[in-house]
């Protein structure tokens, strides 16, 4: 059996990849199928206890992906909440739209009516956001170049996931409107953790639902404080630079490889990453 890189894209829109160390990794892999992959085993001394245990030979890959990776949701969101402001007559801070980038629900709503100003309880401020959000994407869907491709080209090979800063009832809904639903084994909210980003507790949360270390994961990014979250919680990264909110150039330094485009991510670049923990691979 040749080696094999397995990459399991953990969302959501946008996420985390997992590469593991040479060697094998056992368990958490029966939970989601894999018949007909060449890099699964049955077990013999699990036959006995009557499960089927999984064998991965040489890498064990994750991949985490945040939501804005794959629709264009940062523009749409500095939008609805600028216009949710100036309904109430207030000015908009220089470093509001960067500062709320990858916080939680929790977090940016508290955000809004404290350091912008916005009348009412941060929970009624939040829910309001999110409603207007949502009518958004019913009125069309701004899924961002390449995005059904990368996750259909990946999740042909290997299992997804995803890790978003975007509220639960946002990531089932663009899942779902893209047609992308079943393409994920794991979804989690920054909703659901402690904090968001740039905490780590949101990729800390992925791989530990998933039984992987930090260590053998490699994370998709392409915001500052996503990108900071991501090495912090000690994942490997691949950047690919927000057109309108770049990374800040300290942040983007910490990415093991940084790409134009969704196109540019294919599974050889993924294999690099994994194999190459503490190279850099600008692509330009």
Do not use: C
């Not at 499960?51 to 985490?64: Q, R």
């Amino acid at each position: 059996m040749s080696p094999e890189l397995l990459t399991l894209v953990v969302l959501p829109v946008a996420g985390v990849l997992i590469l593991g160390v040479p060697g094998m990794a056992w368990g958490w892999w029966s939970a989601i199928g894999g018949e007909g992959n060449p890099v699964l085993a049955q077990s013999s001394s699990a036959e006995s206890l009557g499960v089927s245990v999984v064998l991965v030979p040489v890498f064990l890959a994750l991949l985490v992906v945040s939501l804005p990776l794959l629709v264009e949701s940062e523009e749409l969101w500095d939008e609805v909440r600028r216009g949710f402001a100036a309904e109430s007559g207030l000015p908009w801070p220089p470093d509001a739209t960067r500062a709320m980038q990858g916080m939680s629900t929790e977090e940016w709503s508290a955000y809004l009516t404290d350091v912008v100003g916005m009348p009412g309880e941060s929970d009624d401020v939040a829910a309001e956001v999110i409603d207007r959000m949502a009518a958004r994407y019913r009125e069309g869907l701004p899924l961002l170049p390449g995005a059904r491709d990368v996750v259909r080209r990946l999740g042909a090979r290997w299992p997804l996931g995803l890790a978003s800063s975007s509220p639960r009832r946002l990531i089932d809904a663009v899942l779902e409107s893209a047609g992308l639903a079943d393409q994920f084994l794991v979804t989690v909210s920054t909703e659901e953790v402690a904090a968001g980003k740039p905490s780590p507790e949101v990729y800390l949360h992925v791989v530990r639902k998933l039984g992987v270390s930090p260590e053998h994961a490699v994370a998709i990014e392409d915001s500052s404080n996503g990108i900071r979250s991501a090495a912090e919680a000690g994942l490997r990264l691949i950047a690919v630079p927000n057109a309108a909110y770049p990374p800040a150039d300290d942040a983007l330094a910490l990415a093991d490889a940084v790409v134009r485009s969704l196109d540019d991510i294919d599974p050889q670049l993924v294999t690099s990453v994994g194999r190459e923990r503490w190279g850099r691979h600008p692509v330009s």
